[in-house]
């Protein structure tokens, strides 16, 4: 990619709190509610890795 002078495309997410969507890209901390974000990221990765260990055992 590098000698074709080809970049890839720039990571993001996009989360929903308290009905406003908020947008922010890969490492980016600069968002006033950085940390809500990222403990609700996580407790969603919780609940994910949960409903898959029930999922394994079924």
């Known amino acids: 990619m590098v000698k074709k002078n080809i ?3 720039f990571g993001f997410s996009s989360i929903k709190v308290d ?6 890209g ?7 509610r950085t940390m809500e974000i990222y ?5 969603l990765d919780e609940v994910m890795a949960y ?5 394994a055992h079924c």
């Open 19 to 24: 009905s406003a969507v908020h947008t922010f």
């Open 7 to 9: 970049k890839k495309p």
């Open 39 to 43: 403990d609700t990221l996580a407790g």
């Open 26 to 32: 890969v490492e980016d901390e600069t968002h006033l």
């Open 51 to 55: 409903d898959h260990q029930l999922e």
